[in-house]
């Protein structure tokens, strides 16, 4: 069985890669990244000498090497994490996200139909379906709520998951989808919330809170993501979206208490900047499909998650440290400068 995983220099896709090296010695995993600004190689450098591994720095966009790679690898299965995933910065520059995100996915669905892929499987996001008022606890994303983006980022994702579909209609290419909500775990880039506060923290520095920090996320340990998709490029039906959550939410405020808490700093390093512009409110997934059908649960609890997250970055301190030192800085300041 040999597997195309994109993206696998970044949080989710390496974590993933490192999941299937693990459980399945007789996969090869071929790992293709182009190492934006979010991929690092030396996230994976614990396997870069396994056999069963193979890694090509290449654009999902570069059509020509796509092919030259499929010609070379023919991949029964393709799971695609590549994408421009911030938020924060599809508001600032949404251009590369329409490439990556919906071109890149039609490159890589040609490719898969011209080389007789059994399996394309497409990582998407919650953030498809836009919003939850804070008022309706009783309400959650399922898979049959209608796409309803906010920001040029979740545009994209949507984008894609559309053109997934039309690529199996049309085509009859076998295909899945996942919907994850906000994952969290070790080799999450430090630009985004969990990792940024944690590193702030460890800084004496100010944490950035947006707006009032009452927006709700349902986050789920990135272990438990791999292991859904996992099951559903084994079990999935084809042609199907399921949705990947853990019925954790929690309040923006509250989880950087935690963080400061976990790391004995005050919380009078909370400092409340501009709100994000179009911030989604709350998300929150209802997970039953993908338990009903495969019989996936989370593992992990948050309790123990963040725990294990918070001593991840302690004790892994050269992987975020050497990031956030080079171009980082100028994103930060950009960012946060007079917000
Ligand atoms: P990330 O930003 O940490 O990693 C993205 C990786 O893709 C990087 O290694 C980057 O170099 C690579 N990449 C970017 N553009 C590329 C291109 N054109 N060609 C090849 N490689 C390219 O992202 P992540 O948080 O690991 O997210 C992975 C996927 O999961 C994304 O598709 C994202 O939309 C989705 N997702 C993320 C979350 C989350 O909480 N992080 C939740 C649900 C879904
Ligand atoms: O829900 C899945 C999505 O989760 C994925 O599709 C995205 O790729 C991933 O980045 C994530 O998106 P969010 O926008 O929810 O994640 P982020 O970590 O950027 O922000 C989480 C919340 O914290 C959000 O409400 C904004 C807020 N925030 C974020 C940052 C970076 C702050 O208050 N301060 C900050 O400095």
Not at 74 to 98: M, Y
Not at 280 to 286: F, G, N, Q, T
């Amino acid at each position: 069985m040999t597997i195309v995983v994109t993206g696998g220099a970044g949080f989710i896709g390496s974590n993933f890669i490192f999941h299937m090296l693990d459980k399945y010695p007789d996969y090869r995993i071929v790992c293709i990244d182009k190492l934006t600004y979010a991929g690092n190689l030396s996230t994976l450098k614990s396997i870069m000498d396994n056999p069963n591994f193979r890694f090509v720095k290449l654009d999902i966009c570069d059509r020509e090497g796509v092919y030259k790679l499929f010609e070379e690898e023919h991949p029964d299965i393709v799971v695609n994490f590549a994408a421009e995933s911030h938020v924060d910065r599809s508001i600032e520059d949404p251009g590369i996200f329409l490439e990556t995100n919906i071109k890149g996915t039609g490159v890589l669905m040609d490719a898969s139909c011209k080389y007789n892929v059994k399996r394309y499987h497409q990582v998407s996001t919650d953030e498809v379906y836009g919003d939850l008022p804070l008022d309706r606890p009783d309400l959650f994303f399922t898979e049959e709520t209608p796409i309803h983006t906010s920001s040029p980022y979740s545009s994209s994702k949507a984008g894609a998951d559309l053109l997934v579909m039309a690529y199996h209609r049309t085509y009859g290419l076998p295909v899945t989808i996942s919907r994850c909500s906000n994952n969290y775990g070790p080799y999450h880039f430090p630009e985004k919330l969990i990792p940024l506060m944690i590193a702030n923290c460890l800084y004496d520095k100010p944490l950035p809170v947006y707006g009032e920090g009452l927006n709700v996320r349902d986050w789920l340990y990135v272990e438990d993501h791999c292991k859904a998709i996992d099951l559903i490029i084994h079990k999935g039906t084809v042609g199907e979206v399921y949705n990947v959550g853990g019925h954790n939410e929690m309040r923006n405020i509250d989880i950087v208490k935690l963080i400061c808490k976990e790391l004995g700093k005050p919380e009078s390093l909370i400092t409340h900047v501009a709100d994000r512009k179009g911030h989604d409110m709350r998300y929150a997934i209802d997970p039953t499909k993908i338990h009903n059908e495969l019989g996936w649960l989370p593992e992990t609890k948050f309790e123990d998650g963040i725990k294990k997250t918070v001593k991840w970055y302690l004790e892994n301190r050269e992987w975020w440290e050497e990031i956030i030192s080079g171009e980082y800085q100028n994103y930060y300041k950009k960012m946060y400068e007079n917000r």
